[in-house]
Antibody
Framework: QVQLVESGGGLVKPGGSLRLSCAAS????????MSWIRQAPGKGLEWVSY????????YYADSVKGRFTISRDNGKNSLYLQMNSLRDEDTAVYYC??????????WGQGTLVTVSS | QSALTQPASVSGSPGQSITISCTGT?????????VSWYQQHPAKAPKLMIS???DRPSGVSNRFSGSKSGNTASLTISGLQTEDEADYYC??????????FGGGTKLTVL
C-alpha cells in the first residue's frame, strides 16, 4: 500500500534552515507528482509547493517563494523540502502528499517544524 | 492566493443532511473542475473525500457528494453519523499554477 513518511522536522531559530524528507513506498514514485502542504497549529491547510514527476516543473506558494526549494530523487523514492530563512509563521506540521492537479489521495503523517528563538 | 471561503462551522443531528459551501473566484473554483474535499479528524492527516468536484474515491461512503455552480462548490453529507464529526477543507487549482484551500469547516454532529 502507499506509504509516505516525513522526517526532518524539529526546533529551529528564526533565520535558520531545515531540510525535510519524505520517503515513499508502495507505488512507482517516479510516475507521480508530489506536493508539500502545511498546517499551522490550530489553523487550516496551506499548500506550499509542487514538483512534477520528473522534477522539471516546480511551483511555490507566494509565502515561501525564494526561501523554500522542493526537490526529489526518484532513484531513492524520496521527496525533499529545503527551507531557508525560516520565520515564526513557518511553524506548522508539514505533510507530503502524492497527487497532481486535481487531488491529493495520499498523505503522510506529517512532521512538525517549530521556528522559535 | 486568497483562501477559498467556507463557513467556520456547521452542525446537524444524526441522520440529517448538511451542506458545506466553498466560494472562490473565476480564477480557481469557477475556472476548473479541480475542486477536492478533505476530511480531517483531530491529530490525523487529511483524507480525500471528493475530487474533480464530484468524484468519490473508492472506499468513501456514498453519503458524501460534491457539486459546483459558478464560483461555489459544495460538499453534502447525507445520513449524518457521529464519525462524520471532523474538519472539512475544500481545495482548488488556480490559474496561477498554485493551489488554494478553504479556511476549513468544523462539522459537529449533535
Amino acid at each position: 500500500q502507499v506509504q509516505l513518511v516525513e522526517s526532518g522536522g524539529g526546533l529551529v531559530k528564526p533565520g535558520g534552515s531545515l531540510r525535510l524528507s519524505c520517503a515513499a513506498s508502495g507505488f512507482t514514485f517516479s510516475d507521480h507528482y508530489m506536493s508539500w502542504i502545511r498546517q499551522a497549529p490550530g489553523k487550516g491547510l496551506e499548500w506550499v509547493s509542487y514538483i512534477s514527476n520528473g522534477g522539471d516543473t516546480r511551483y511555490y506558494a507566494d509565502s515561501v517563494k525564494g526561501r523554500f526549494t522542493i526537490s526529489r530523487d526518484n532513484g531513492k523514492n524520496s521527496l525533499y523540502l529545503q527551507m531557508n530563512s525560516l520565520r515564526d509563521e513557518d511553524t506548522a506540521v508539514y505533510y507530503c502528499a502524492r497527487g497532481g492537479v486535481a487531488r491529493w489521495p495520499h498523505w503522510g503523517q506529517g512532521t512538525l517544524v517549530t521556528v522559535s528563538s | 492566493q486568497s483562501a477559498l471561503t467556507q463557513p467556520a462551522s456547521v452542525s446537524g443531528s444524526p441522520g440529517q443532511s448538511i451542506t458545506i459551501s466553498c466560494t472562490g473566484t473565476s480564477s480557481d473554483v469557477g475556472r476548473y473542475n479541480y475542486v477536492s474535499w478533505y476530511q480531517q479528524h483531530p491529530a490525523k492527516a487529511p483524507k480525500l473525500m471528493i475530487s474533480d468536484v464530484s468524484d468519490r474515491p473508492s472506499g468513501v461512503s456514498n453519503r458524501f457528494s460534491g457539486s459546483k455552480s459558478g464560483n461555489t462548490a459544495s460538499l453534502t453529507i447525507s445520513g449524518l453519523q457521529t464519525e462524520d464529526e471532523a474538519d472539512y477543507y475544500c481545495s482548488s487549482y488556480t490559474t496561477s499554477s498554485t493551489w488554494v484551500f478553504g479556511g476549513g469547516t468544523k462539522l459537529t454532529v449533535l
